[in-house]
């Protein structure tokens, strides 16, 4: 059934587990993310990105009535998040669309731009019935230098900043950078146990790591037993789904129906979401 991202957070806090969110780009990864979901018995965050919208001609509503009947028709709890907006009109319209939450994206503005904006998004989101996350930016960057984005490698939160951050814009959770990169094809990068211990300390939203799908297993239940709570995974649906369609073709070079690729190409997507959820899910805090 549907759920609200809020409280799918609480439960996790309540229960100390983390909460495995992924990332929707087509048809195929909602039913694979939903399948995977029930197949280790995890609650799932369905998340729609303003690019994977962009990708889909600027139209929210398409992809995002898809996911909301893949998860009204799903055995575990599922909510609907709109993933690294920076359009204002795009957050806008998630309300409607049935989304629960919404990450807004300022990390790449200059600090105190970021904490307009986010403040704005907040209050926005809190007036229209969505929890609201956000990132902390220019994390790493010195005065003068370019800022460094959040997730580049070698970017950290700062704890203090973080907890200043949270309290002046109103944020209901922090994506904080602890040592993950966005879109890696290896589970090669190493979480900053330490910081994430600290962050969780300061900050009293829960903590959201981002760029998961280049963590390893034990990683990320290390991440999650010092305090991390949502995982964004993305490409590594990706890393399983491509190969397969590739290899499918490269067997039936004449064949023109999409479903003889699609069809076990969401199957080891699935397969994947099930290993990553039950990860995710059965790692306990503390
Ligand atoms: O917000 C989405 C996540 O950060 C996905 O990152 O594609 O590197 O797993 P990833
Ligand atoms: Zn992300």
């Known amino acids: 059934p549907v759920a609200r991202t809020a409280d799918l957070l609480a439960a996790a806090v309540a229960e100390g587990r983390g909460l495995p969110a992924f990332n929707v780009i087509t048809l195929e990864h909602a039913e694979a993310i939903a399948a995977g979901a029930e197949l280790a018995g995890s609650p799932v965050v369905l998340q729609i990105s303003q690019n994977a919208v962009a990708y889909h001609g600027g139209r929210l509503l398409p992809l995002a009535r ?11 709890p599922v909510s609907l998040h709109l993933d690294h907006v920076e359009d204002f009109d795009l957050l806008r319209a998630s309300a409607a669309a ?5 990450m807004y994206d300022a990390s790449t503005l200059p600090h105190a731009e970021n904490v307009k ?8 989101a809190h007036r229209h019935g969505l929890h609201l996350e956000a990132e902390l930016g220019r994390v790493g960057g010195k005065d003068g230098e370019p800022p460094l984005s959040p997730h580049a490698p070698g970017a950290r939160t700062d704890p203090a ?5 949270v309290a002046e814009t109103g944020v209901d959770a922090l994506a904080v950078a602890v040592g993950s990169s966005h879109a890696m094809t290896t589970r090669t990068a190493l979480l900053d146990h330490d910081l994430i211990r600290r962050l969780a ?9 981002h760029g998961s799908s280049g963590v390893a297993d034990d990683e990320l239940s290390a991440g999650i037993a010092a305090g991390l709570v949502k995982v964004n995974i993305g490409t590594a649906l990706n890393t399983a789904f491509t190969p397969v369609v590739r290899q499918r073709l490269a067997e039936d070079p004449a064949g023109t129906d999409p479903r ?3 069809a076990p190409a969401r199957a080891a997507m699935t397969e994947t979401v099930a290993r990553l959820a039950a990860v995710v899910a059965g790692s306990r805090s503390g």
């Open 117 to 124: 904006r986010t403040a704005e998004a907040a209050d926005w």
């Open 260 to 262: 003889k690729y699609l």
């Open 66 to 76: 898809a996911c909301a009947e893949v998860a009204a028709a799903a055995r575990v």
């Open 98 to 102: 049935g989304f629960s939450s919404a």
């Open 161 to 165: 900043e973080a907890a200043r951050y």
């Open 201 to 209: 300390e300061a900050v009293p939203v829960p903590l959201v790591l």
